[in-house]
């Protein structure tokens, strides 16, 4: 049976009455698979997940899976890295469509020319990039880790810092390492407005403020708190504060309020009156995607081998300076 992907996902109509999450479940089993899933995601798929997590947890968790089939719900660079750190196990991403613009802010030919431009610097990436980026650096980093790997590097060694100017300059006013930045970074992270956070500032004067470091240098400066995903949720947990303004992608919440439910947590809000401060990315994936994924075992994520190998090299590097440092 040939099974339609040119959408970049499989479509098929789905009984009303079939139970997607019972079906998910018994395929999972039935086929040694498991499913990864990043807290940006949809809440009703990170209550099926087997691991949720930021960045950083996801690519330990798919290094060390021992299942025929890792289900990947979160974007197309952490699927690429699921397959580069564990490349016995086949990938299957519910939605070929789930990029990334940090990713796209950065094309490997132009990084190419960019990074001849200083020969001897060493190049960090931030994992929020493709295969091809990853393949053309020296060590990779997550917002977990960046400020553990940027201070690893001896002082006289300069440093391309890559895609992520946000985190970049954050990471050079914690490290006081001066680096040259490339100009990317996430849509998600600066739809933030600083008028519209002063207003909600006000009208919440008991609420702790924490975000993301992808945000934006003015909107850093309003933050108590500034950590990756599992960084800030961990923070909720054990914070005294009864209230957060929070200032990342709002799938998050779902994991704040389920582990602190007496807890008040409020989205900032973006520029305008969208849903901006969701990833459109991230949301591409739904329940019914990834059942039809592990139904057909597609779309599957192929990578030619020489690439695997250049783009592990610097997330093995990571993995080997930053110990348990982000956990
Ligand atoms: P972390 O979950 O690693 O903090 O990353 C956030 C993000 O933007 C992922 O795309
Ligand atoms: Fe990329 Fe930003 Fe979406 Fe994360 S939130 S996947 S960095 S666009």
Redesign the pocket.
């Known amino acids: 049976m040939i099974v339609d992907i040119s959408k970049g996902y499989v479509e098929e109509r789905i009984d009303w009455n079939t139970d997607i999450c019972k079906e998910i479940n018994e395929l999972k089993k039935q086929k040694n698979a498991v499913l990864l899933a990043?807290?940006?995601q949809n809440p009703e798929i990170q209550d099926i997940a087997d691991y949720i997590g930021?960045?950083?947890g996801l690519a330990r968790k798919a290094k060390e899976a021992k299942a025929d089939i890792i289900v990947f719900a979160g974007?197309h660079f952490m699927a690429e890295t699921a397959k580069i750190l564990n490349p016995e196990s086949r990938v299957l991403i519910p939605d070929l469509n789930a990029g990334?613009s940090?990713a796209d802010s950065c094309p490997p030919d132009e990084f190419l020319k960019f990074k001849e431009k200083y020969p001897n610097h060493l190049v960090i990436s931030y994992?929020?990039c493709t295969a091809e980026i990853k393949a053309l650096s020296d060590i990779i980093c997550?917002?977990?880790n960046a400020e553990v790997i940027v201070r690893s590097v001896p002082e006289n060694q300069p440093i391309i810092f890559a895609p992520d100017k946000n985190l970049g300059k954050y990471i050079m006013k914690k490290t006081g390492r001066n680096m040259v930045l490339w100009e990317g970074s996430?849509q998600?992270?600066e739809i933030f407005s600083l008028e519209k956070l002063n207003s909600l500032i006000e009208e919440h004067p008991d609420a702790e403020i924490i975000a993301?470091p992808?945000c934006e240098e003015h909107i850093l400066k309003k933050a108590h708190f500034i950590g990756?995903?599992?960084a800030l949720l961990n923070y909720t947990r054990k914070s005294s504060h009864h209230k957060f303004i929070v200032l990342?992608?709002t799938g998050i919440l779902h994991q704040m309020q389920k582990h602190s439910p007496d807890k008040v947590f409020i989205p900032a809000p973006p520029k305008n009156h969208c849903a901006c401060n969701e990833?459109p990315y991230?949301k591409l994936n739904t329940l019914e995607k990834i059942y039809l994924t592990l139904k057909y075992e597609l779309p599957e994520l192929k990578m030619d081998e020489e690439l695997r190998k250049k783009a592990e090299l610097p997330i093995l590097r990571m993995l080997e300076i930053s110990g348990n440092a982000g956990l």
Request: proline fraction near 0%; aromatic fraction near 8%.
């Open positions: 990043h807290y940006y930021d960045s950083l974007v990334c940090l994992i929020n997550t917002s977990s996430c998600v992270h993301h992808e990756s995903t599992t990342t992608e990833c991230m």
